[in-house]
């Protein structure tokens, strides 16, 4: 059986649905984690979903996720665009990663076109609000 896809979010992203909604969308993370499981699931698949507000606690399960792991869903928030430590972290489980965000980051502000995780992930989606999520989840699917 293969091991879950493990879906990762970073800092503020306890508080969608609440949180600039304009940016953000209604959906909450629970929405996102329904969505990710509903998606897995149609696959045979199962996900661990996990959230927090500090580095150095996602950085703890990605070194946890070398080998429980079979591919990683992030939206690493605000340390997208600032934490070499994140990027160093996300090679070591040797696993197949896709990078989300709800918004197009691209459209945004200037200090938000920038990723120190694009770079080592298999694939980025950005814009499709929480629908990127299951899209990630499909090619994680395909990949591993
Ligand atoms: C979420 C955040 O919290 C921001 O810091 C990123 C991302 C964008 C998103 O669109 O999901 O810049």
């Known amino acids: 059986m293969a091991h879950p896809i493990w879906v990762l979010n970073g800092p503020n992203l306890n508080m969608l649905g609440t949180r600039q909604p304009d940016v953000y969308g209604h959906d909450t993370l629970s929405d996102v984690i329904a969505l990710c499981e509903k998606t897995a699931a149609a696959h045979g698949r199962t996900i661990r979903a996990e959230q927090s507000n500090h580095e150095g606690q996602i950085i703890d399960w990605i070194h946890e996720a070398r080998g429980a792991a079979s591919g990683i869903v992030i939206n690493p928030g605000g340390l997208t665009h600032t934490s070499v430590a994140l990027r160093d972290a996300l090679v070591i489980p040797e696993v197949p990663i896709i990078e989300v965000h709800i918004s197009n980051v691209h459209a945004r502000e200037d200090f938000r ?26 090619r994680l699917v395909a990949l591993s």
Do not use: K, M, T, W
């Open 113 to 138: 076109h920038h990723s120190y995780v694009s770079p080592i992930a298999n694939g980025v989606i950005a814009g499709l609000g929480i629908a990127g999520y299951g899209y990630a989840i499909e």
